[in-house]
């Protein structure tokens, strides 16, 4: 830029490999300009300012050939602001000015190796080193925020931040901010002593982010590692979280699987507590440790005490995998929350978990009501044995459209004979469970139901109308009427035969089975089907059968015993029509001659009518 460019925003870009630099301020009048957060790397000099009174933050400066931050203009270099820019590994010098005719140029908590004319506030050369290349939460007026620190207002990370030994990363103190990551990392330096005694209702506070009860708070781009718990969100009874969002992290390592001092490991991936409309999308949550066989112990990616009814939660988008316990697990009263869109996978198999009840997402709660369950891939739940797909403890929550398979227990289970009940299910594929895909406790978890789910084994539970589940897993055959015809033998005598064809619309062949027909509710005929091919039909007809009164209701049955086990799960089997006789008119013609009056001229009719009584 030249020619008295000023009071331009310069940021969020990449530039390198450019010769003469890469971003270059070349006029002595480029003034009063904002260079933030830009990447600069293998140019001539990365960040060139002929001008004065320009801000240089958040902007990170690698591997150029001369200088990383140059202020090199005797007659207009003067009094930029250099904040939180990390500025290594720069060829002559990682920032430079000319020196005394450079006046005013100052700033802080910048991180390089070598100056030229410059010291950060209070000190000589820059803040940090580049071997220690620490990062910070800084916000728009240059504050930074590190580790152990109490966060007031939205700030942005500029780098990686490491903390020391038993420090928490970034403490929520304000409502309304936003904490972005930046695409940087907050690794934590934990032992299991640091993560003693916190409980289901108290999540620890050496936690990479720590909210104690405000609200409107956005935790967003940013991976946590290496604490006791990546996450903790703490309201109370009095004091609720409200709306919170954590979206875009990636949240893992976090916990421990040994126990430490006589307490367990309550720690989590995210751990929250008497929150209300939390909302955590688009995240990959995985490897997080914890121990411990009680209901509110450690080692879920994501962990809800709800504490209160009505929360209004909304789970989406995330990936969930290779949590010691579960990939979602909530107790306590969660109700009216979304779990929609996530894919779950290969949790529960942590060393420290001794709780016969693990996997994907689970309700553990009797009182997990009016949530919603649903578009979530939930898959390959092992767990030593224990692994659920889903599994709900409470009543009146709808599970639809979920894929769910390769668990060792239940696929989907409700399974609490004082809480499971009332659910409904809907278009569920549920495949290759070990011991049941669909399974309730039977009597006592009354009201369970559903239709048009895929699976093949169930323990007390039916969809709508059939045996089982709709439809089965995998391909199978499906035998169906593609075609019924009746005709008629004698109209007077009201004799008729029925035709039908019985088509395999299935994948596989379709084993040796029986057609019945029905006529007004009682079994009349039946028709040997031999085995058919995928796509082969078999066609055949039947009768003559008698009309009673004026019409019949006839119903035909493909597979009447049920011998092919169908896609379909008989749903597509039957087929039932009402067949009419038309009734004789009134009067009868019934006898008719003609008699030549002049031959082969002129000619009378004659015929005899005859009223006609119907039946």
């Known amino acids: ?6 009071y331009n925003t310069i940021s969020n870009n990449t530039a390198t490999k450019n010769t003469q630099g890469g971003i270059v301020l070349r ?18 000099s990365g960040i060139n300012i002929g001008g004065r009174n320009n801000t240089i933050r958040h ?15 005797s007659d207009g270099s003067y009094n930029n602001t250099l904040y939180e820019n990390t500025v290594c590994e720069n060829g002559v010098a990682d920032i430079k000015t000319c020196g005394p005719e450079c006046y005013g140029n100052h700033g802080c908590n910048n991180t390089c190796n070598t100056t030229l004319d410059y010291d950060d506030c209070d ?15 800084v916000t728009d007026d240059g504050t930074a925020f590190f580790c152990g620190d109490t966060v007031t207002e939205s700030c942005i990370l500029n780098g990686n931040m490491t903390c020391p030994n038993g420090s928490a990363g970034l403490i929520i103190g304000a409502d309304n901010i936003v904490i972005d990551g930046n695409g940087y990392r907050i690794t934590g330096n934990m032992t299991n002593a640091n993560c003693m005694w916190c409980t289901e209702a108290k999540p620890c506070t050496i936690s990479g982010i720590y909210n104690e009860g405000y609200d409107n708070v956005v935790v967003k781009n940013l991976e946590i590692e290496g604490f006791c718990t990546g996450i903790g969100l703490k309201g109370t009874g009095q004091n609720k979280v409200l709306n919170n969002t954590i979206d875009t992290c990636k949240i893992h390592d976090n916990g421990f699987n040994t126990i430490s001092g006589g307490s367990d490991m309550v720690t989590h991936g995210v751990h929250a507590c008497f929150v209300k409309r939390l909302e955590i999308t688009e995240s990959d949550i995985y490897n997080n440790e914890g121990t411990g066989g009680a209901c509110g112990d450690g080692g879920n990616g994501i962990f ?65 009501n009016e949530n919603l369950i649903a578009y979530n891939d939930v898959h390959d739940h092992a767990s030593e044995g224990y692994g659920y797909g889903i599994y709900v403890g ?20 409700m399974a609490r004979s004082d809480g499971s009940c009332d659910n409904k299910l809907y278009e569920n594929t549920v495949c290759k469970n070990n011991l049941y895909d669909i399974s309730t406790c039977g009597l006592e978890c009354h009201g369970n139901t559903g239709d048009n789910n895929t699976c093949n ?35 007077t005598e009201k004799t008729y035969n029925i035709t039908c064809t019985i088509k395999n619309t299935g994948t596989t062949e379709a084993g040796a089975s029986t057609t019945s027909i029905e006529i007004d509710g009682t079994a009349v ?44 799960r008989e749903y597509n089997n039957c087929l039932e029509n009402i067949f009419i006789h038309p009734q004789m008119p009134e009067l009868v013609i019934t006898e008719k001659s003609e008699t030549w009056v002049v031959e082969g001229s002129t000619y009378s009719i004659t015929y005899t009518i005859k009223k006609h009584r119907h039946n």
């Open 304 to 368: 809800i005490y709800a504490g209160i009814p009505e929360n209004y939660c909304d789970i989406k988008n995330n990936k969930l995998h290779n949590n010691a316990k579960a990939g979602f697990w909530t107790k306590m009263r969660l109700s009216k929350s979304n779990i929609t869109h996530n894919e779950i996978w290969g949790n529960g198999n942590g060393t420290g978990i001794s709780d016969d009840v693990r996997g994907g997402v689970v309700l553990r709660c009797r009182m997990s």
């Open 457 to 491: 084994t169930t323990s007390n539970y039916d969809d709508e109308g059939t045996t089982g589940c709709r439809y089965c897993c995998g391909p199978a055959p499906d035998l169906t009427i593609i075609e019924k015809l009746e005709e008629w033998v004698n109209l």
């Open 27 to 44: 006029c002595m009048a480029s003034n009063y300009n904002a260079i933030e957060g830009n990447n600069v790397s293998e140019s001539g």
């Open 394 to 413: 409470g009543s009146n929550n709808t599970i639809k459209r979920n894929t769910v398979n390769g668990s060792t227990m239940h696929g989907i289970s």
């Open 123 to 137: 000190t000589t050369g820059c803040t940090f080193d580049c071997s220690q290349k620490q990062g910070a939460c």
């Open 525 to 568: 005929a039946t028709d040997p089907v031999p085995q058919l091919a995928a796509g082969e039909s078999h066609t055949s007809t039947l009768g003559p059968f008698t009309i009673s009164g004026n019409s019949d209701t006839i119903k035909i049955c493909a597979d009447r015993n049920n011998d092919v086990l169908e896609k379909g």
């Open 1 to 6: 830029m030249k020619k008295q460019c000023m």
């Open 59 to 73: 902007n990170t400066v690698l591997n150029n050939l001369y200088y990383g931050i140059k202020m090199g203009r």
